[in-house]
């Protein structure tokens, strides 16, 4: 049950009254879209953003935390009918101190029981060859399951912040290249993320991921359901030509397996392939930088020689792998900020130009260059890597 506020203690001077300004319900709503939203479930998001404003520096974080969970809970809801939206609004009513009690926090299970009975339902459709997919194996149905997941990494856990996400074109290709690190590939993630949505006009980005990765049973084809390829220039000069917008990373494994000390320096970037594609395909080559993804598993070492026996590109290493067992998974929740560049100067180029080396040479290393810039303005813009 909500505690009842205690009385203030008495004094013996006279203490001026405090004043606490009320925000109105109209521009809470404003700030947050919940349109979608049932009645009982506005109100709910509403009253923990309006809770104990006198203290909420204190709180904050914690109410911010439980916003960001009613919001994944109707999201999930919401997509899977109006049944389990009833039972989700009736273990929601209550008072705000009840989300800050554990029987809130047990709703959790609620998306994982949505998402196990979702899932169930995805796998029973496949096996009888119920679904469709693009000539790449993009299946949306998998994307919308797992998007409410991204979006909760993205907004709560990583908290990132974009900037420039106007140099983005609402409309035919374009080529990000970006800097790459974290070990498992959640900067791909986060960058699809911010463009489906925060973009004025949301896209499916369509990240090229590592060769090797197309030989691993289980994760390959799941990769695929999310509109993922591999990463051969070829594939990304028909996507770019059937007007996609394509991300890369061309440091590949190497930084992905980078060591912590090495932390937001370019290791083995070679974007020439990429830049003959985007030439070729006559579409705007984007620098990108993410800040954030260096500290989600902050690699001490690398185990090579295990790796290499293992048929693994890297064994990291980590502050808690293997120590904590599959915990040392759990990425540790740095704070984010994603830059996207204005598009390199290619004007006056024709497709002919990818096939002169003097050209590509210039703009790869140009690119290298920007994103460079960009690391180091947003690594001082982000400030501490965890707090803030």
């Known amino acids: 049950m909500p505690r009842k506020p205690r009385a203030p203690k008495e004094s013996a001077e006279p203490v001026e009254e405090i004043v606490v300004e009320q ?128 979006s909760f990494l993205y907004r709560s856990w990583w908290r990132v912040r974009v900037v420039g996400l106007e140099n983005v074109p609402a409309e035919g290709g374009a080529l990000l290249v970006a800097n790459h690190a974290g070990v498992i590939p959640w900067d791909g993630a986060m960058l699809a993320t911010a463009i489906l949505e925060d973009h004025a006009s949301p896209r499916l980005v369509r990240i090229l991921h590592q060769k090797l990765i197309s030989s691993i049973p289980i994760l390959a084809p799941t990769l695929a359901a999310l509109g993922q390829v591999p990463a051969l220039p070829a594939n990304a000069e028909r996507l770019l030509s059937e007007g996609e917008v394509v991300g890369v990373f061309p440091e590949g494994m190497r930084g992905a397996g980078k060591l912590f000390r090495d932390r937001y320096t370019l290791r083995g970037f070679d974007a020439t392939a990429y830049v003959q594609a985007a030439l070729r395909a006559g579409v705007a080559i984007i620098p990108v930088a993410v800040i954030g993804s260096e500290e989600t598993y902050p690699v001490i070492f690398n185990l090579d020689k295990a790796a290499r026996l293992l048929g693994l590109p890297y064994l990291p290493i980590t502050p808690f792998f293997p120590w904590a067992g599959l915990l040392g998974f759990i990425p540790l929740p740095s704070r984010w900020v994603i830059l996207f560049d204005t598009a390199l100067d290619t004007d006056g180029l024709g497709t002919d130009a990818a096939e002169d080396a003097s050209i590509v040479s210039r703009l790869a290393g140009v690119l290298k260059m920007r994103i460079e810039a960009l690391i180091e303005r947003g690594l001082a813009e982000r400030g501490s890597p965890f707090i803030g």
Not at 57 to 85: C, P, S, T, Y
């Open 23 to 150: 925000v109105p319900v109209e521009v809470i709503a404003e700030e947050i879209p919940i349109e979608h939203a049932s009645e009982d479930e506005q109100d709910i998001e509403v009253e923990i953003r309006n809770q104990d404003r006198v203290g909420r520096d204190a709180i904050h974080g914690l109410q911010q935390m439980a916003f960001d969970v009613v919001r994944l809970l109707r999201e999930n809801a919401e997509r899977l009918g109006a049944g389990a939206a009833e039972q989700l609004q009736s273990v929601l009513k209550g008072g705000v101190s009840d989300y800050l009690d554990p029987d809130f926090w047990r709703g959790i299970g609620m998306v994982l029981e949505y998402q196990i009975t979702e899932l169930r339902g995805l796998i029973q459709r496949r096996i009888k060859g119920e679904y469709s997919t693009d000539a790449y194996g993009r299946d949306d149905e998998v994307i919308e399951l797992l998007r409410p997941i991204a």
